[in-house]
């Protein structure tokens, strides 16, 4: 039986290009990189460096998401910075949704702790939901151009 793992990092490589394309990123002749990858091989494991290399290269995450499922988890791209080259990167944006929440929160856990809402707290709390939902509508704006970016220039039009 094939290991997920193994099975992973041969579909990265293969969609590489090959073992050949996919050496060249490690630094290491194509045939050890196949011996690597075979698992009817015992003397020759791909490491663990040289599978983020490929995950790197191939900006592949299935490596990534067989080890952490072998481990009892899941894994969770994150928008790297190079995604948007102008402006916050969505991490960004949910970075600051998530603070404004957390602020609104306290805010509201401050104002009922004695069991009443005075004008001044409720005020406040409103204010923090005013500002947390500015932060999620940034965030849609970032989530929506991107969603355009992605599409042909045909599928951009909106009907009218």
Same mark, same amino acid.
């Given at each position: 039986? #094939?290991?997920?793992?193994l099975?992973?990092?041969?579909?990265?490589?293969?969609?590489?290009?090959?073992?050949?394309?996919?050496?060249? #990123?490690?630094?290491?002749?194509?045939?050890?990189?196949? #011996?690597?990858?075979?698992p009817?091989? !015992?003397?020759?494991k791909?490491?663990?460096?040289?599978?983020?290399?490929?995950?790197?290269?191939?900006?592949?995450?299935?490596?990534?998401?067989?080890?952490?499922a072998?481990?009892?988890?899941?894994?969770?791209?994150?928008?790297?910075?190079?995604?948007?080259?102008?402006?916050?990167?969505?991490?960004?944006? !949910?970075?600051?949704?998530?603070?404004?929440?957390?602020?609104?929160l306290?805010?509201?856990?401050?104002?009922?702790?004695? +069991?009443?809402?005075?004008?001044?707290?409720?005020?406040?709390?409103?204010?923090?939901?005013?500002?947390?939902?500015?932060?999620?509508?940034?965030?849609?704006? #970032?989530?929506?151009?991107?969603?355009? !970016? +992605?599409?042909?220039?045909? !599928?951009?039009?909106?009907?009218?």
């Open positions: 039986m #094939h290991h997920p793992l099975i992973a990092a041969r579909l990265v490589v293969r969609d590489m290009g090959g073992a050949e394309r996919a050496a060249l #990123h490690l630094g290491k002749g194509e045939s050890t990189l196949r #011996h690597e990858l075979n009817n091989d !015992a003397k020759n791909l490491g663990l460096l040289d599978a983020a290399t490929l995950s790197q290269a191939s900006r592949d995450s299935r490596i990534a998401e067989a080890f952490a072998e481990c009892g988890g899941v894994f969770i791209a994150l928008a790297r910075s190079e995604d948007t080259p102008e402006g916050d990167t969505t991490m960004e944006y !949910a970075g600051r949704l998530a603070t404004e929440l957390g602020e609104l306290t805010s509201a856990a401050k104002a009922v702790s004695d +069991g009443t809402v005075t004008d001044d707290e409720l005020r406040a709390v409103m204010a923090k939901g005013v500002t947390m939902a500015s932060a999620w509508q940034d965030l849609m704006v #970032h989530m929506g151009r991107l969603n355009q !970016a +992605g599409k042909p220039a045909i !599928a951009k039009r909106v009907p009218a």
